[in-house]
């Protein structure tokens, strides 16, 4: 599975934005979704996720600012970001897997598949 992140840039404290991320050629029905960022100088880390059975996850972070959804295509996982804050900077992977039990869902290692990342910059 190759997954295409996109949406990112530059944005003002307060601003949204809304990433995406494709799946080339295929649902991605079935799959669990995450969404992960890595600061600078910063290990990566869980921001969302969807469980294979529709089931979501956030980290304490971003809860109630972001949020993780899917298109009824099932091609395409987006996070919409609400209320950036400067500490929100990071460069955004979207990653996937087949197997990926609930459970798991904020663990990084335990996806198969990840997309390049797009930059999310938030100036105060």
């Known amino acids: 599975v190759q997954l295409q992140a996109s949406g990112g840039g530059l944005v003002q404290s307060g601003g949204s934005l809304r990433l995406s991320c494709a799946a080339s050629?295929?649902?991605?029905?079935?799959?669990?979704l995450g969404w992960f960022r890595q600061a600078a100088g910063k290990e990566r880390e869980f921001v969302a996720g969807?469980?294979?059975?529709?089931?979501?996850a956030s980290a304490s972070s971003v809860k109630g600012r972001f949020t993780i959804s899917r298109d009824t295509a099932k091609t395409t996982v987006y996070l919409q970001m609400n209320d950036l804050k400067p500490e929100d900077t990071a460069v955004y992977y979207c990653?996937?897997?087949?197997?990926?039990?609930?459970?798991?869902?904020?663990?990084?290692?335990?996806?198969?598949?990840w997309g390049q990342g797009t930059q999310v910059t938030v100036s105060s």
């Open positions: 969807l469980t294979r059975s529709g089931g979501s």
């Open positions: 050629g295929r649902s991605l029905n079935g799959y669990a």
């Open positions: 990653a996937a897997d087949r197997h990926l039990i609930a459970s798991s869902i904020r663990t990084q290692s335990q996806y198969d598949y």
